[in-house]
């Protein structure tokens, strides 16, 4: 009656007043009458929470209801616990029984359901927090009586109190204005800390205890005590406790291992300064957002993530991107502006942040101050509790092979349930107890059902996970091994991923006047004369000073020692305490200055794709110097200093490889403050100088790789940040783009003010553009396939970030059409390159994406498979991360994949075929009354398939890579069919064999010793043994002294031969499901084991009776 009243809702749900935006299957769940039941309490019932994050989350309110709540409790006690185990499994379930639906402001309850495909449900309770206690918040304060702060929303007064959850570690309050939780922080965000508590051995063991295998283990034990299966019942407690010891072991271990990682960041000591206080010391802890923190000169692990608001800092953000290089963070630039700060900063607002768990390597004040930076973030709200966060709560992996188990497990199930009526309809017409009746019926259960069919998906992934390791690939996510199975494009970074990581200067072309003079090559210890170009290369870096090293990126360590100038730290306490110094070197080129001071940096970001500086000569001139993408840095130079043939120009060094960085320079008019000039005033009116020109190898091991990957028709794509012309080149000599294949350039633009964008595309051999622009003509361009005039040759797209993001927003029904060819991808930023990937997965394909870390994090992490090349702790959002900087690590990862794919399909296919013949054994010695004895049992379970389970699963990986991949699904026609051709031999032999030993001449019913020979009167004149007649017509529970008797129960002829076929068919089953070839070694190289074994299965009370043929 509860659920019946709300199935005749009409109209569409809302949020808010608004239609819900998931996905089609999130939004046909949301229409189910369970999910819609809450429609009558108001527009609030619902709403969305962290939305359009990748954490979504809907929530429902519900109140808890006094008589249903005793009804759930009354069902605990009458069902001993089991209802409650239930709801354990299943916490949506929990809610709707013991809560009514209400609005969300009177919830005491909040259900979450997460909006992607999985749709995970769990309950949180609503927590009220009094902030009365505290002494700085009154009810008069300029916090509280703000009214458009958020504080102020989520108060609610007099009280001064707040609603709030707590969910994945981030607490959420209830926004009175709103309606909706939001995350908070000031005040309620609790302490500044990110505390991975170390879970206690006895909630790890109940936890593991209440898996639902171990449920069924129970109750398979306790069924097997029930008719006295003793043996096999205390081997299966054993395995199943050591089992659970190894687990709990383990997690324990990781627990361990995780608090440690967090907890020295937890009480680091920082200096404060505070209105009323003053600079004070304090431990992190207790910081709040709003506070300044006072950066001084040392190291310092920041305990939270800041905006630095004066001074310069040097930091290693490893943690958060992979490099250990130095990066410059600077101040945020004085905006009288009203927007916020991050607005006003736009794409490279990160360059003003210092970012929780990374090291601030040095910090230099402006003057005689220190470096200030005010906190933003605290706790799990930071960047490394992001990370942590996303450790702790994985996004659970959508692989159809486990879909495929669940179904199948359920076809079991079924096929018990049919069993189970049999067995009833068996024993109970020949008078069976009922007691009896229902032990052997639930028997049927722990037959059909293999109570080892978990493990048996993860034993293929735990030995090529130790083959992984000992080839130095390490992974921290072991289920996606078997989706590395299916990879079918594999996305490439190229700088430091497919060439080499260092880069060699090659030379300078300078402009002068409308023309490009003749390039300078450099020789190996020849400094670069002075003119503005080697200005620019001394100063526009981010070059640091540590210990007396200069460190920095790859590229900036090349060009700057290429001009045999020095780095100096400032001395000066005045104007230059925060500059850095260079000076010309002994090596170095006449120069007609004593050096420069770098005054201030506008550093390098991918989005921006460029740097700027403003130096000053010693007791001279101010300068402004840029380099970066030539496209990006022409913008801002004045249109005369261009010449003409520069895009021809770039055009030819980039076709050859090379990498090509633009400079520009201009110098400040006298008497300008440098320190109050903005970004945008710098980066105007400059002169272009010319190219730098660098070359950036291909590693050795690339092109072999590739040229593997390719044979076996797994697809290669480019993604990098690179010139899209350099990336072009470098895709032809690594074999991406095959000798005699077309290359199409894709470009599209929006400019602002007209109302469509426009999409060129071009042969990149030839001049010949075609432009389409409006819904008509983009059809005719790219809507049929590829352009008029390729013929049959193939063709790639290519196509730079911009452009993708223009099709991406204009021309979205063009996109997949040019992914599917699409194989350079130039001038990405790391937003692009993680939506690139998404895009593929959306065409159906298996998407690896192999990268060194810097800027490929979010790639590596949306990426079925992501394969960092780094070993910094950035690889722990990584699934995959290779000791070795090598693409050799990419075919090796699927050629395990395949092998332990393919295993985990001979393992289910074989456990669900054994338990098949057993079932099937079983049912038909059922007809008689009959069973495997105890010891029967006991060999099939452990001799057989123990021993099986531990070898079957060793077979390394097939050392080639075919040209096709692995079945993905449990239910595809091949494996369906392997399976009931099997199951059809299995009846037919367990059948022919019962009823052929049946016809033969010396068989007898009552007669154990009917085969024997004539001469054996000793044994002729034996009566035949007592309770034959019960073994054959009826059963007994075996209890005292009738125990022997019990065990001649279940000697017969069709006993012996039903168990010798059974046993050799899963013999059979095992050699026939063993395959070797092409994706796994033969069966005879399983020889390298591994230790542990398989768990084995259930015995039976009876005696190990093989039954002469003849005596």
Known sequence: VYLAGFLGMKGEPRLQGRPHRLCGTAWQHLRSPKASMGGRHGENHRTLLNEGEEAEMETFGYKTHGFRRAL????????????????????????????????????????????????????????????????????????????????????????????????????????????????????????????????????????????????????????????????????????????????????RKQSVKLHRLVE???????????????????????????????????????????????????????????????????????????????????????????????????????????????????????????????????????????????????????????????????????????????????????????????????????????????????????????????????????????????????????????????????????????????????????????????????????????????????????????????????????????????????????????MSVIVQEFSGDHHIFMKGAPERVTHFCHPNSVPPSFTSQLQFYTSRGFRVIALAHKTLPAGMPAASLTREDVESNLTFLGFLILENRLKRETRPVLEELTAARIRNVMVTGDNIQTAITVAREAGMILPGSRVILVEASAQVGRPLASITWKLVEESKIDRCSGPEDRHSALGGGPPSGLGSSPFHFCMSGSSYEVITQSFGHLLPKLLLNGTVFARMSPAQKASLVQEFQKMDYFVGMCGDGANDCGALKVAHAGISLSEQEASVASPFTSRTPSVECVPELIRQGRAALVTSFCMFKYMALYSIIQYLGILLLYWQLNTFGNYQFLFQDLAITTLIGMTMSLNGAYPKLVPFRPAARLTSPPLLLSVALNILFSLALQVCGFVLVQKQPWYSADDLLSACAPRNTSLMGSPAPTGLSQGVHGMRNSTGGEEKEEEESYQSYENTTVWLLSTINCLLVAVVFSKGKPFRQPVHKNCKGAKGGRRGRKARPGTFSLMPVSC
Request: overall charge neutral; some cysteine; aromatic content about 8%.
């Open 72 to 251: 759930c409790i009354a069902g605990y006690i009458l069902s001993c616990g089991i209802l409650l185990l239930v709801f354990y499994w299943k916490p949506a379930w929990d809610v709707w029984a013991n809560c009514v639906p209400c609005d969300l402001q009177e919830a005491d309850v909040v259900l979450l359901r997460t909006t992607d495909e999985f749709h995970m449900y769990s309950w949180k309770k609503v927590t009220w927090i009094s902030l009365s206690s505290l002494d700085y918040i009154r009810r008069d304060s300029a916090v509280v009586a703000d009214e458009s702060s958020l504080l102020n929303r989520v108060v609610r007064k007099p009280d001064l109190k707040v609603r709030c959850i707590q969910v994945q570690k981030i607490r959420y309050a209830w926004d009175l204005a709103a309606s909706r939780f939001q995350k908070v922080g000031k005040l309620i965000c609790g302490p500044n800390t990110i505390e991975v508590e170390i879970t206690p051995i006895w909630k790890l063991l109940v936890k593991e205890v209440l898996n639902l295998f171990y449920v069924f283990q129970l109750f398979s034990v306790c069924l097997w005590l029930a008719e006295d299966y003793i043996e096999y019942s205390v081997a299966i407690v054993l395995m199943s406790l050591l089992s659970m010891a190894l687990t709990v072991y383990d997690l």
């Open 264 to 610: 020295s960041h937890n009480s680091v000591p920082v200096k404060v300064c505070r209105r009323q206080a003053g600079l004070q010391a304090m431990e992190s802890r207790h910081l709040v957002p709003g506070d300044l923190l006072v950066l001084e000169r040392g190291r310092l692990m920041l305990p939270c993530d800041a905006i630095l608001i004066s001074g310069v800092c040097i930091v290693n953000e490893g943690m958060l991107t992979g490099e250990s290089i130095p990066v410059t963070k600077t101040c945020l630039p004085r905006d009288n502006g009203q927007q916020p700060w991050q607005a006003s900063c736009a794409d490279d607002y990160r360059r003003h942040v210092l970012f929780c768990g990374t090291q601030i390597i040095q910090a230099k004040g402006d003057g005689r101050e220190p470096a200030k930076a005010v906190v933003l973030r605290t706790g799990f709200n930071t960047a490394k509790g992001d990370l942590v966060r996303s450790i702790l709560y994985p996004k659970p992996m959508n692989f159809r092979l486990y879909r495929d188990a669940i179904r199948f497990l359920m076809f079991l199930i079924g096929i018990a349930g049919i069993g189970m009526v049999y067995t009833v309809c068996v024993f109970a017409l020949n008078g069976e107890a009922a007691g009896e009746v229902v032990k052997k019926a639930l028997d049927v259960i722990t037959i059909a059902v293999p109570p080892a069919l978990p493990a048996a998906l993860t034993s293929g992934i735990i030995y090529t996970q130790r083959r992984l390791k000992r080839k130095g690939i390490f992974c921290i996510s072991p289920q996606r091994i078997n989706v590395c199975g299916q990879l079918n494009l594999i996305c490439f970074d190229k700088t430091g991923t497919l060439t080499e990581d260092g880069l060699d200067l090659w030379g300078l072309v300078l402009a002068k006047g409308q023309s490009f003079q003749n390039a300078c090559s450099f020789s190996p210890g020849s400094p670069v004369p002075w003119g503005p170009a080697c200005g620019a290369m001394v100063s526009c870096h981010s070059l640091v000073l540590l210990d007396g090293q200069v460190q920095g990126d790859p590229l900036d360590l090349k060009m700057f020692e290429a001009t045999h100038w020095e780095i100096e730290e400032s001395k000066d306490d005045g104007e230059l305490a925060c500059a850095m110094i260079v000076k010309p070197g002994p090596k170095a080129s006449h120069a007609p200055i004593r050096g420069m001071a770098i005054l201030h940096q506008f550093p390098f970001s991918s989005a921006l794709q460029r």
